[in-house]
């Protein structure tokens, strides 16, 4: 359970990864570590910015502001410094170098 702190969310969790259906990219969901509460969707689907194995798309605006970086600090992704626009935002790409990553499910 690594300990994150970003900008609107700081403590333990537990990271759910799963595969979106529409892109085959990896979806990382954050739980809270005591209460099992989710806390955010860590990424974003991008159908048309196909992605090798292990790699997503990170999510790092609004509420997940800072969290990309934090993630990072963690030991749970490896940023990229490529980006891609979604309307006014950008998308990071990261690669999962969790040791635990192991996707579950599909996302739709």
């Known amino acids: 359970m690594p300990n994150i702190k970003a900008k609107y969310f700081s403590g333990e969790v537990n990271c759910h ?26 990424t974003v689907c991008l159908p048309d910015h196909k992605l090798p194995g292990q ?3 990170m999510n790092g605006w609004g509420t997940n502001e800072g969290l990309p970086e934090a993630l990072a600090k963690a030991g749970i992704i490896q940023l990229y410094p490529e980006f891609v626009k979604i309307g006014f935002d950008l998308a990071q790409m990261a690669k999962i170098i969790d040791p635990f990553y192991r996707p579950l499910d599909l996302v739709k």
């Open 55 to 57: 790699h997503t798309w």
């Open 17 to 42: 990864y799963s595969t979106y259906s529409r892109s085959s990219g990896i979806c990382i969901m954050l739980y809270c570590a005591t209460s099992h509460v989710q806390l955010c969707r860590a």
